[in-house]
C-alpha cells in the first residue's frame, strides 16, 4: 500500500507549451480582427455586393442634381464637395439610369466627369454608392490594422510560449482534469465563442463589434489566468 492516494506525476510534452501559448494567442486576434472593417448596415450592404460579384466601376456623370455642398474638408489646397448625381449603369439586365447621393469629390463635380462608383452588374436592386471611402477604409483595415493585431498575438504568443515551457511540470499537471479548475475555465471560453458569433453572422455597429470583439479575445487569456491561479 506505499504510496497509496498519491498520483502520478502526468507525462510532460515539450510541445505543449508552445501550442497553447500561440493557440491562445492567434485565437485571441482571430477574434479581434473580426471587428476590423465596414460595420451595420454598410457592412451588410458590402458583403451583398461582394457575394454578387461587385466591384469598383469607372461612369460618367449623366447629370448633376442641385448644387454640390462643401463638406470642410479639403486636399492640398482644394475644397472637397459632396454632388447627387445621376449616372447610366450598365447593368446585366441593361442600361439603367441611377441617383446617387453623397458623392464625395475633390473640386466641384461636373456633368461629363468620371468618377469611381460600387455596384454588382447582376443584381441592379442593390443600388449604386460610391467607391472611395469604401476603399479607403478597406485598405486601413487590411494594410494596417489587421496586421498590427497578428503581429502584437505573434509576440504575446511567443512570450506566452517561453513562460510555458520554463514552467513545464506546472503545464504538464495542469493537464490532470479538476472540475473546480477546467469547468470554469471552459466557461470563459464559452463566453467568449458566444461573444464572437454575432461578428461571424452580422454586422454589428462600430462601437458594439468593438466591444464583442474585446470580450471575445479575452476569452482565451482569462481560461489560462484562471488555470494558472487555481491548478
Given amino acids: 500500500r506505499r504510496g497509496r492516494g498519491r498520483r502520478p506525476e502526468p507525462p510532460r510534452s515539450r510541445a505543449l507549451s508552445w501550442v497553447l501559448g500561440l493557440g491562445i494567442a492567434l485565437t485571441s486576434a482571430a477574434a479581434l480582427s473580426q471587428a476590423v472593417g465596414p460595420d451595420g448596415a454598410h457592412g451588410r450592404w458590402l458583403a451583398e455586393v461582394n457575394r454578387a460579384g461587385g466591384r469598383t466601376h469607372q461612369l460618367t456623370v449623366t447629370k448633376v ?68 471611402d469604401d476603399d479607403l477604409s478597406s485598405t486601413v483595415g487590411r494594410v494596417v490594422v489587421r496586421p498590427v493585431i497578428w503581429l502584437l498575438a505573434l509576440v504575446a504568443g511567443l512570450s506566452t510560449a517561453v513562460a510555458m515551457h520554463r ?17 470554469p475555465a471552459a466557461a470563459f471560453l464559452a463566453g467568449g465563442a458566444v461573444l464572437a458569433l454575432p461578428l461571424l453572422t452580422g454586422f454589428p455597429d462600430t462601437a458594439t463589434g468593438w466591444g464583442l470583439a474585446v470580450g471575445a479575445a479575452a476569452g482565451p487569456w482569462l481560461a489560462l489566468a484562471w488555470i494558472v491561479r487555481t491548478s
Fill in 65 to 132: 442634381i442641385g448644387k454640390p455642398q462643401v463638406t470642410g474638408a479639403a486636399e492640398r489646397d482644394v475644397e472637397e464637395f459632396s454632388s447627387t448625381i445621376v449616372v447610366t449603369v450598365p447593368f446585366d439586365s441593361g442600361p439603367r439610369q441611377v441617383t446617387v447621393d453623397g458623392v464625395r469629390t475633390q473640386g466641384e463635380l461636373e456633368q461629363g466627369r468620371s468618377i469611381k462608383l460600387l455596384y454588382a452588374p447582376s443584381r441592379p436592386e442593390l443600388g449604386v454608392r460610391p467607391a472611395a
Fill in 167 to 183: 514552467r513545464e511540470a506546472g503545464v504538464a499537471r495542469a493537464r490532470r482534469f479538476e472540475p473546480w479548475v477546467h469547468l
